[in-house]
T-cell receptor
């Protein structure tokens, strides 16, 4: 069953701009994770935020989590052309890791 | 290299064939997953193995049969597939469960085409 939905489905920006992606989910979670996927390849983990955390940073990435609204956001600051990829949120519920629909980000040089 | 290796990378099979996908992890993780990724559809969780026991089967058709002989290896046996089963099949592993569950490490996937 689908747990997460992401918004927007697609996002196009210029290099140097910030990119914000949102994720909503339906059930209580243990943690929420963000992944990146280059076309047709495996997913790469970016950042994990636990259910008792509200914000986390890693380099140019900033993730927020609002468990009352069942939502999370991923902010990529000062984007680069190499950030072009699909980004997915995933929620961990006990043994399962369930992915959202993804946001396709294109960063133009 | 993520520490998770999938073979083969590409597979073309007829609807009457039997084939197997293999996944191997060198990370000492205790959970392994099979996902299906079709064009323009979300990743679908197919199977979860925790401590070599299957704990999740999301109503996957019986033409897909998983096998986890030990904590490092995971197989997906395929037989009498349909063209709509053509997709990217991804294997992943992670450590721990629930609140202790860590991030997943993914293989590069097997691109399956059913003709």
């Amino acid at each position: 069953s689908q747990q997460g939905e992401e918004d927007p489905q697609a996002l196009s920006i210029q290099e140097g701009e910030n990119a914000t992606m949102n994720c909503s989910y339906k059930t209580s979670i243990n943690n929420l994770q963000w992944y990146r996927q280059n076309s047709g390849r495996g997913l790469v983990h970016l950042i994990l935020i636990r259910s008792n955390e509200r914000e986390k940073h890693s380099g140019r990435l900033r993730v927020t989590l609002d468990t009352s609204k069942k939502s999370s956001s991923l902010l990529i600051t000062a984007s680069r052309a190499a950030d072009t990829a699909s980004y997915f949120c995933a929620t961990r519920v006990t043994d399962k890791l369930i992915f959202g629909t993804g946001t396709r980000l294109q960063v133009f040089p | 290299e993520t520490g998770v290796t999938q073979t083969p990378r590409h597979l073309v099979m007829g609807m009457t064939n039997k084939k197997s996908l293999k996944c191997e992890q060198h990370l000492g993780h205790n959970a392994m997953y099979w996902y299906k990724q079709s064009a323009k559809k979300p990743l679908e969780l197919m199977f979860v193995y925790s401590l070599e026991e299957r704990v999740e089967n999301n109503s996957v058709p019986s033409r897909f049969s998983p096998e986890c002989p030990n904590s490092s290896h995971l197989f997906l046996h395929l037989h009498t597939l349909q063209p709509e089963d053509s997709a990217l099949y991804l294997c992943a592993s992670s450590q721990g469960f629930g609140t202790l569950g860590t991030e997943a490490f993914f293989g590069q996937g097997t691109r399956l085409t059913v003709v």
